[in-house]
């Protein structure tokens, strides 16, 4: 067995709130934070709300909010992997991975 490890930068963090929006606000209900309660009354997003949401959150909330939204999609993420994999002639099958905040 092989395991590859990523280091993920450079975040787009408008376009992840805005795809990740419904665990935001399902997160953002158990948190007093004024962008918690900022969060709760927002129904869809826009880019002026999502910007303004950027400037309430801190970052270590940021980055906890991406690893939510990708925790989501983690078991759609080795098949992903596989069939770029694939896309490229390499056979091989990516069983899991792991998703964690350094």
Known sequence: MVEIKAKIDDLDYANIIKVAFPIIKKKAESETAAWAMVVRSINEPDESTIKSLLGLIPDSVKDKLVLMALERYKEEIPTALTSL????????????VSISLK
Do not use: E, F
């Open 85 to 96: 994999a694939a896309s490229k002639g390499l056979k091989l099958n990516v069983r899991d």
